[in-house]
């Protein structure tokens, strides 16, 4: 089993930026997918990107395609998320998830490894 810690999330003004990481550990991590989704109150959890195992596929959610953009490092075992152009309505909690596929899958279902969560909010 994989253990995924995500940081960088916090509290900033709407059209603001933030990068948001993802820790992983174990010795797999450059064979599967990994994904960012998230989740607001009240609300189901939804994709937000994914990248394939080499980092040469990416997939994002209409909804932020042109402001996030997803990227790996498989040398740190690190995933990360730039968000840029923030709105109020990226406010939600943020995971990150290990694929049990190698390429960026908007489903989750083809996740079977889930951080923690980082909070984000965006106020305008």
């Known amino acids: 089993q994989v253990q995924l810690v995500e940081s960088g999330g916090g509290l900033v003004q709407a059209g603001g930026s933030l990068r948001l990481s993802c820790a992983a550990s174990?010795?797999?991590?450059?064979?599967?997918?990994m994904g960012w989704f998230r989740q607001a109150p009240g609300k189901e959890r939804e994709f937000v990107a994914a990248?394939?195992?080499?980092?040469?596929?990416?997939a994002h959610a209409d909804s932020v395609k042109g402001r996030f953009t997803i990227s790996r490092d498989n040398a740190k075992n690190t995933v990360y998320l730039q968000m840029n152009s923030l709105k109020p309505e990226d406010t939600a909690v943020y995971y990150c998830?290990?694929?049990?596929?190698?390429?960026?899958?908007?489903?989750?279902?083809?996740?079977?490894?889930w951080g923690q969560g980082t909070q984000v909010t965006v106020f305008s």
């Open positions: 174990g010795r797999t991590f450059n064979t599967y997918a």
């Open positions: 998830a290990r694929g049990t596929v190698n390429y960026a899958a908007s489903t989750a279902t083809l996740y079977n490894d």
């Open positions: 990248i394939g195992w080499s980092g040469a596929t990416r």
